[in-house]
């Protein structure tokens, strides 16, 4: 039977293989996570691409229109060829750009998202470095995108970059907070911060947190939306008033690494969203005797959440700072709390005791 | 090896610690109190400690420095690199940082830190270039010691003795954060 366990199996046999070939199976613990983390690397830079046509189809089709369509069949090389303009086109800088701070900022946006793939599990032990600590290692290690934009907005030496950065970071903080608390009732269920061990808990448990936990799953989904700086949330960005915001002096490859680390965040999110409600790499009930891989499974959830996030975009008008900033702190965090509670006290009853 | 990727981390951390501290510039002072903290959290790591690393990150660097970066933003000659790197309260700050020396110095002294023998260490040396716990890994087993439950164990289970002070600490941080919304918070008239 065909499983994503199965084939990371044959390809470590023939990596192995191939390393006692060469003599360098001394070496397999440095090679193997560099090997991995550059399959995990090409997976997102060709999935975002599909992505970015996805996003172009689905606003077109919303607003009655056709799309992308003369690149390629249906325009699915449309991205390939706006990535080569990106790539080729001129670099333009400011000249009282702050030099070293406004090179690195775009960098550390993207590499801090795609740090979070590395956990994310796709099939049973398919997964870069599965840690124990998972889902406190996506919600830290994203942190760095905050110091990136505030670093691109401030170095850039521009007002609305600096006003779009500001915008952007306060924006990133208030909603991580729900964030990492609409997260907590399942840690507080499942006992563990392992994302593969959540999945586990749900096969054995029969069912997904989507059902138990429908709340956090709504306040996550708009938490993820609002971190990821997209449409109803894009107050950053905000073309008609901020002309861009913390990325309007950044041209070329380096805000090709913004728009990358933009996606990837969505894809993390997503992933994350499906990893803890959506049951993983599980196959929907009563249809686990169609024996599809999980991580085909995975990836049907993965882009059922990254279309339920772009049709978001294009339905909701764009909010108000003070109506983003109330929303965040009136609403979502104090529901999120008291759904902790209600967690609690209804496991309590429930079971007579925590986790385990 | 090992030692060499610990001198490497530690070099980071020193560097970048005294470079936030010397620069005139204080965005990039920040951005370096960035890294050095980033490069502790390396240095979790690398004593296994993924918990403790990630929390290092998620605080200092998610929020810590934010906020700073958020105060010195509000500050005056920001891009002024002749800006005086002193001022008056140095005799304090130099008190401050000797009491705490003393104490940091005293906490190592005392502690007695984990060796070879302990159940903790035995994953750890033989994570990489090592065939049989590659197989380990292969199996689904996380080469990291499982730092989440020891530590919940050591800090809350009541016969250790930390449970008080793990919950006064909590009470501290909520009455910090309420005392923050009431400066915070618009006069009423």
Known sequence: MLTGENIVQLVSGLLHWAYAQAGISSLAGVIDPIISAVVMFGFIAVFVMFLVWMERKVSAHMQSRIGPNRVGPLGLLQTVADAIKLTIKEDVKPVNRDKVPYFIAPIVAFVATFMGMVVIPFDKGVVVQDLNVGILYIIAITGFTVIAILTAGWSSNNKYALLGGFRSAAQIISYEVSLVLSVVPIIMITGTLSLSGIVEYQKQAGYWFILPQIVAFLIFITSATAEANRAPFDIPEAESELIGGFHTEYSGVKFAMFFLGEYIAVVVSSAVAVTLFLGGWLPLPYLDFLHIPGFVWFLAKLLLVIYLIMAFRWTFPRLRVDQLMDFGWKVLIPISIINILATAVVWFCLYGKGAQ | ?189
């Open chain 2, 1 to 189: 090896m090992s030692n060499l990727i610990f001198y490497a981390i530690a070099g980071i951390v020193v560097a970048s610690g005294l470079l936030s501290l010397t620069v005139r510039n204080l965005f990039h002072c920040a951005l370096f109190l960035a890294m050095t903290m980033f490069g502790v959290s390396g240095v979790f790591l690398y004593l296994n400690s993924d918990f403790l690393a990630s929390v290092q990150v998620l605080i200092y660097v998610g929020a810590v420095t934010v906020i700073i970066i958020f105060g010195i933003s509000l500050t005056r000659n920001l891009m002024d690199d002749r800006a005086k790197a002193m001022n008056r309260q140095l005799l304090f700050a130099v008190l401050a940082a000797a009491v705490l020396t003393v104490i940091l110095f005293a906490a190592i002294h005392q502690s007695s830190f984990v060796t070879q023998e302990h159940p903790m260490a035995v994953t750890l040396g033989t994570v990489t270039s090592d065939t049989q716990s590659m197989t380990a890994v292969e199996a689904g087993a996380s080469p990291v010691f499982q730092s989440v439950g020891y530590l919940a164990d050591a800090l809350l289970l009541p016969q250790n003795g930390f449970a008080f002070a793990f919950e006064f600490v909590s009470i501290l941080l909520l009455s910090a954060l309420v005392g923050a919304i009431v400066i915070a918070r618009k006069d009423p008239s």
